[in-house]
């Protein structure tokens, strides 16, 4: 479905009060055109509004997303809120991008412009902007990362009893919300040694010397969990990935091999295979995994979806210089994709 609105570009986006999205859209379009008036010969300054007014959207859709509770929540339900998030922003950034980047063959000499605003999920134009936000969340918003990575089902040990432990495990947490890794570190360490039993404080140090490319310690941190925890999915993850960044390919694939065995539907957990096969040249089973992936992003509508496809094509140039293309097709088949998929 799709609605058509002409306005004039001076009133655009104060008048449908039913596309606004919030009180500080109105207000950074009010200031917007105060700001545009007094420097109307001024191209540098009317482009960096437009920045700033169509980063609006964007921001409100990671704010969103950071407010989304993942304990003990599938992915697939943690997923659904983020589309949600997305969604919420999608109007107010299509009349941004309409209103500042028209269509010539839709505007007239009056300075009237037409915008199109589709409001239908399935139409080729939502899907072309909810992509654009996707993907700039995807690069851009800290939280859309930590959000899809969870996997936070508590179980006896995942969260410590002593307070000040918890303390210092906010703390952390806020931290490494904002990217300030060190910082998060020193909280984390803090809050393990006042609770050597503490999971989750164990996760989130080993993520952090991860990010810091300390992999020995992230490998030891994730071990520490295991012990309290051995069917804990956060470690057995991201251990997997620890030894995929050493090299060491046969333990990153014993460790999402039995990651696999406990949670059977973490489309992470066959990515994450496909990348260490393909770091062995194993590129049929690399594709395989790949497939399992792909599938269970679209599945559970994941903005990761798009790494997989991007895995494939990797494998495909890979099998194309072996003249495997025909195994190509095949393993695709076996998993129900076509090519134009």
């Not at 921001?59 to 993942?70: G, H, K």
Request: glycine share 4%.
């Amino acid at each position: 479905m799709k609605r058509t609105i002409t306005i004039l570009i001076i009133s655009a986006l104060l008048a449908p009060a039913g596309f606004a999205q919030d009180e500080n859209n109105h207000r950074a379009i009010s200031d917007f055109f105060e700001q545009k008036e007094k420097a109307q010969s001024t191209q540098e300054l009317a482009d960096d509004v437009k920045k700033q007014l169509l980063q609006l959207p964007l921001d409100n859709a990671c704010r969103c997303i950071d407010s989304i509770e993942t304990t003990n929540r599938l992915p697939e339900e943690i997923n659904r809120e983020i589309a949600k998030c997305i969604g919420k922003q999608i109007i107010a950034y299509q009349i941004g991008m309409n209103l500042f980047y028209p269509d010539p063959s839709k505007s007239d000499s009056t300075k009237d412009v037409n915008i199109s605003i589709a409001t239908s999920e399935n139409s080729p134009q939502y899907k072309k902007y909810y992509s654009e936000i996707e993907g700039y969340l995807r690069e851009n918003c800290t939280s859309l990362r930590l959000k899809i990575a969870s996997r936070d089902m508590i179980n006896k040990h995942s969260i410590s009893e002593n307070p000040e432990a918890m303390k210092f495990y906010s703390a952390g947490q806020k931290e490494l919300t904002n990217d300030n890794y060190r910082e998060a570190a020193a909280c984390f360490e803090k809050a393990v040694e006042i609770d050597s039993l503490f999971a989750f404080a164990w996760d989130n140090l080993g993520l952090i010397y991860r990010k810091l490319n300390e992999l020995d310690k992230a490998i030891a941190c994730y071990q520490q969990s295991l012990r309290v925890d051995p069917y804990g999915l956060v470690p057995l993850q991201n251990i997997a990935v620890a030894y995929q960044y050493k090299g060491d390919f046969e333990k990153a694939i014993a460790a999402y091999e039995k990651l696999a065995e406990i949670d059977t539907n973490n489309a992470e957990t066959f990515y994450g295979l496909a990348l260490t096969y393909l770091g062995m040249k194993d590129f049929e089973k690399g594709l395989e995994n790949a497939c399992k992936s792909l599938i269970i992003y679209i599945s559970q509508k994941s903005p990761y979806r798009s790494d997989a496809e991007r895995l494939m094509s990797a494998i495909y140039q890979e099998m194309k210089k072996e003249g495997k293309l025909a195994r190509f097709d095949e393993i695709l088949k076996n998993n129900g994709i076509s090519q134009g998929e």
